[in-house]
């Protein structure tokens, strides 16, 4: 309040009653023992966490339910939290989220205190939040970050045959989110003593109805999108190849797609190493994953120009051909001591423009000194029947 400035009538009002309150708190009494002294041997404890959230905050109320020998039960205030709403806006499921996973940290803090001490008998959860009852209740649908996350803690601390609904005017955490006055005489002993439902058999409580199905159109579901290709929309290998008329911008291509697909794998594992390692996707391609381009180009033509390893084609049958480790034919009976690439080079067909792209890629790589040059350089990694008659 800025110096000088006047203070109305209404806030004058509230201040008055404030006061009041105030000297009014002397008049109530909080009982410190769960259970009167002549309540003995106790056979039934049982802990029950409420939870609401308006728009100005979010409160949890946490009772004990005893039940002795003769029948006769005692409920009691354990445990209470308010919190006020953040300054910045957040929807009233959000805020009822939230309590209630702020109801199962609390209940998790209580039953780790008390283990040494005694078990509950059981542990229930009350909200009158509809739309948390579907979040928690909904298996299939994805959600948004903030909702997801709080989802998540509800899972990991309680199970679904957990929660219930209690109606606004019977669940106590109402009076920690929006406050009490000392005159509020029923809303008091809701808060201290919990819901009147509690004293009675359980039969009588408020029967936990609620439709489970998520509307899609909550704001918290995220959106699924599908994309479907036409059958007028595939490429195939060939039509690929045939886009090019350049054998290093093809194998860099290749090179491309060949990342992309193994980038696409990692982000579906649950490996989170993996998944890490898809933001190098931007990074120059290696030597590795260019040479793994070639070898995959290569393995296509030969699946493609050359069935059954070339056995129908003479040419090829002279060159006692063999298929290595990586699948690849090579050429063999050649017994000279040369690297191995260069000993059992590749065989390609003669009859394919990805044959032509390669002959080019080598006449260029020679200065284009001849023919002879040409073929020497093409054989050190490949091998083109009648070769000769190409160049």
């Excluded at 309040?1 to 806030?11: D, F």
């Excluded at 609401?52 to 209470?80: E, H, M, W």
């Excluded at 059981?122 to 209740?137: A, E, G, H």
């Excluded at 067909?349 to 093409?378: C, E, M, W, Y």
């Amino acid at each position: 309040m800025q110096t000088g400035h006047s203070i109305s009538e209404k806030e004058m009002n509230e201040w008055s009653q404030w006061l009041i309150d105030i000297q009014k708190l002397e008049q109530v009494f909080v009982p410190r023992s769960l259970r009167p002294r002549a309540f003995t041997k106790i056979v039934s404890r049982e802990l029950y966490a409420f939870a609401n959230a308006p728009d100005i905050g979010y409160g949890i109320a946490v009772s004990t339910r005893l039940q002795n020998d003769k029948g006769q039960v005692c409920c009691s205030l354990l445990f209470g939290r308010s919190r006020v709403a953040p300054l910045k806006k957040v929807t009233t499921p959000r805020m009822e989220l939230t309590a209630a996973s702020v109801a199962v940290k609390i209940i998790a803090i209580i039953t780790g205190a008390m283990e040494y001490e005694y078990e509950f008998d059981k542990i229930v959860y009350w909200t009158d939040s509809m739309s948390v009852l579907q979040y928690i209740n909904n298996q299939t649908s994805r959600f948004h970050t903030f909702v997801a996350n709080r989802v998540t803690t509800i899972y990991e601390g309680s199970t679904l045959n957990q929660w219930r609904y209690a109606p606004t005017q019977h669940n106590p955490a109402d009076s920690a989110s929006r406050g009490l006055r000392p005159k509020d005489q029923r809303a008091s002993e809701q808060w201290l003593l919990g819901p009147k439902y509690l004293w009675e058999p359980e039969s009588q409580w408020p029967r936990s109805e609620f439709s489970k199905e998520l509307s899609p159109e909550d704001p918290e579901v995220k959106k699924v999108y599908a994309t479907l290709a036409a059958p007028g929309d595939i490429v195939t290998t060939d039509e690929l190849f045939a886009r090019y008329s350049n054998w290093k911008q093809l194998k860099t291509t290749v090179a491309w797609i060949l990342r992309a697909q193994k980038c696409f794998k990692q982000r579906r594992s649950t490996d989170r190493r993996l998944r890490a390692q898809g933001s190098e996707a931007l990074t120059p391609l290696s030597v590795e994953e260019l040479e793994s381009a070639e070898v995959s180009i290569v393995k296509y033509l030969q699946q493609t120009h050359l069935p059954e390893n070339g056995k129908h084609i003479g040419s090829i049958q002279k060159l006692d051909p063999f298929v290595d480790e990586a699948g690849l034919l090579r050429v063999g009976g050649r017994r000279a001591k040369v690297p191995v690439e260069v000993k059992h080079p590749m065989l390609l067909p003669k009859d394919s423009p990805v044959t032509r792209f390669i002959l080019v890629d080598a006449h260029n790589r020679v200065g284009q000194l001849g023919s002879n040059s040409t073929l020497s350089a093409l054989r050190q990694k490949y091998w083109i029947a009648r070769a000769s008659f190409l160049i």
